[in-house]
Every structure is written in structure tokens, then in C-alpha cells.
């Protein structure tokens, strides 16, 4: 009897794959082309296992997550008695969808107020992010309030104020040039006396090569650690169309700050999504949301498997 398509269990897309494909056109195509050219091949060979580390080095996976993958392949592949190279296509999409899987992917709302503070560099998205996050807690019935922390740029606060405005949160703002975590406490301090659920700081935008800047941030979070709020997430932005940049400045704010977990913004205009396994495998900080889009509504949950699903493809596409 022939042994079982690897790929057999894996043919039906995700729930929420659909909205994904689409977003992760150009990181798919990234790998795709190569991952198609390796899978054409006739034999499972020495050969096809080099191209399949090519085609995932090309798409911005970093060689030892690349390394990683591929080890796990081979002992399946193995297992399975297979020898098809079309059979590694859903032994890839399982292997992604495991390693970025995590059971702490969910947004901490615990605390009154629970506090969350948002950090990352210049462009990373996220004055935005906080925007489209505060839109989104106001709409589900929680009373949020933002703290405009990022005082050297008027035009972050600004930003914020408008953000605020459109999403009926509150807004906690400083003296330009100001000590950000004096804004921070203030705000918690009146979230804590207004019966508001949640604070959403923003930081100001810095290098993180600059330690000056990360003592700074360093010393906000020990601030939002400080009753009546209690701290609950550090969530770091990072820009999608970075690459492997993305992994130094995810280490060095979870250094200064103790990020909990990444928002990867610009998704849908990166062709380095792989660069993403590279956080989650090798800092073991989940990836809670991604921007899917410009719109209101395309900050959204991390779904493991439909990011898998996506960039993957399936032998069809």
C-alpha cells in the first residue's frame, strides 16, 4: 500500500485565511517562487532540501530558524515514508503555524486600570497602531484612556489627540519636552480616579541603539509598574518591511522595557514575512497583532495558522 500524502491533512485553509492571503501577497511571493521550483522536483533529494533552504533564506528567514525548519521536515518526511517533494508543502505550513503559535497570544485586559505601553522606532507604526488599538477597546465598551508620552515631537501628540478624539478615549498629555513618565503617571493616576478600564501610553520614538534613550524607556516602565495601575503589556512595534533589522530592535527594547509581546505593522507591503519566525523563535515573544492594512479594522489578532496558510500557499498557488 502507498504510503499517506504528507499533505493530506493539511489541504483545508484556516478560518481566516482568506483575509490574510491577499495581505501576504508579496511575502508569498517571495517564497513561493522558489518553494514551487523546489517542490517541482522529482525526487526528495539532497538537492530539493538546498532549494528549500534557499527559498526560505530568500524570504527573509534567518539560517537558523531556516536550519530549524528544515530538520524538522527531513524527520517527518522520514516518518512518513515519503519521497514526494509535494508532499512539503503542508509538512512547511504545519511546522510555521507550530513555531509561531503561542499560548500567551492574547492581550492582557486584567487591572483596573491595566496598563499598556507601546514602544519601537521612528516609522514603526506605533502612534498609529495605538490609535486603531484605542478605536478598538472603546468599541468592545472599555473606557480608555491615552497617555501622550512621546513629548519631543508635538506631532506624535497631535496624532494621538486626533486618534483619541475619533475613538472617545481620553487624552493625558505633558509639556513639550516634558518627562514622559511623569505623563504616564499622571495618566494612570487619572484612569484610576475616572473608573477607566484601560491606559495606553505612547513612548517616543527612539533608536534602539541609543541607551540614553533606553535608559528613559527603562524608567517609564518602572513607573507603569507603580500601583493604583498595574502594568500588563509591553508591546513593541515592528515594521514588516525591515527584515532580519527587526530581530536586533525586538531584543534590545525587551532589554530596556520587558516587551511581552511584537505588533508587525506594514505586513501587507513586506515581501520579508519570514523575518517574523525569526522573533518568535529566537526571543520567544509571541506576535499578538499585525496591520493587514490602513483601515481602522486591519489591526487584528495573530492567527498562527492563517499566516502560515498564507505565506505558504498551497499547491495551487
Given amino acids: 500500500m502507498a ?7 493539511t489541504a483545508t485553509e ?4 482568506s483575509r490574510w492571503r491577499p495581505r501576504l501577497a508579496k511575502a508569498r511571493a517571495a517564497l513561493g517562487e522558489r518553494l514551487g521550483s523546489a517542490l517541482a522536483r522529482r525526487d526528495l533529494d539532497a538537492t530539493t532540501w538546498e532549494a528549500l533552504e534557499e527559498a526560505l533564506l530568500g ?11 528544515l530538520a524538522r521536515l527531513r524527520a517527518e518526511a522520514a516518518e512518513r515514508r515519503t519521497g514526494d517533494p509535494r508532499d512539503v508543502r503542508g509538512l512547511l505550513r504545519d511546522a510555521i503555524a507550530d513555531l509561531m503559535h ?11 486600570p491595566a496598563v499598556w ?6 516609522g ?3 502612534t ?34 486626533a486618534w483619541a478624539e475619533r475613538a472617545g478615549a481620553q487624552l493625558v498629555r505633558g509639556n513639550p519636552g516634558g518627562d514622559p513618565a511623569a505623563v504616564v503617571f499622571d495618566a494612570i493616576s487619572h484612569a484610576a480616579a475616572a473608573g477607566a478600564d484601560l491606559v495606553i501610553a505612547d513612548t517616543a520614538g527612539r533608536l534602539h541603539t541609543n541607551h540614553n534613550l533606553m535608559g528613559e524607556l527603562a524608567k517609564i516602565r518602572r513607573v507603569a509598574e507603580r500601583a493604583p495601575g498595574q502594568l500588563r503589556e509591553v508591546l513593541v512595534t515592528l515594521d514588516a518591511t525591515v527584515g532580519q533589522n527587526g530581530l536586533a530592535q ?10 511581552t509581546g511584537v505588533v508587525l505593522t506594514k505586513l501587507d507591503g513586506s515581501a520579508r514575512g519570514g523575518s517574523v519566525l525569526s522573533v518568535r523563535a529566537e526571543l520567544g515573544v509571541p506576535v499578538k497583532l499585525v496591520g493587514l492594512g490602513e483601515g481602522t479594522g486591519d489591526l487584528v489578532p495573530f492567527d498562527a495558522a492563517a499566516f502560515a496558510s498564507a505565506l505558504v500557499g498551497t499547491e495551487e498557488t
Fill in 128 to 161: 498609529t497602531t495605538i490609535g486603531k488599538l484605542a478605536h478598538a477597546e472603546a468599541a468592545a465598551g472599555r473606557r480608555v484612556v491615552l497617555a501622550a508620552a512621546d513629548t519631543f515631537r508635538a506631532a506624535a501628540t497631535e496624532q494621538l489627540a
Fill in 14 to 17: 484556516p478560518a481566516g485565511a
Fill in 117 to 122: 505601553l507601546l514602544v519601537g522606532v521612528n
Fill in 102 to 112: 503561542s499560548p500567551d497570544g492574547e492581550l492582557d485586559r486584567s487591572g483596573s
Fill in 3 to 9: 504510503p499517506e500524502r504528507a499533505g493530506a491533512g
Fill in 59 to 69: 524570504a527573509d528567514v534567518s539560517l537558523d530558524v531556516a536550519e530549524e525548519l
Fill in 124 to 126: 514603526s507604526g506605533k
Fill in 250 to 259: 525586538a531584543r534590545t527594547f525587551g532589554e530596556a522595557a520587558g516587551v
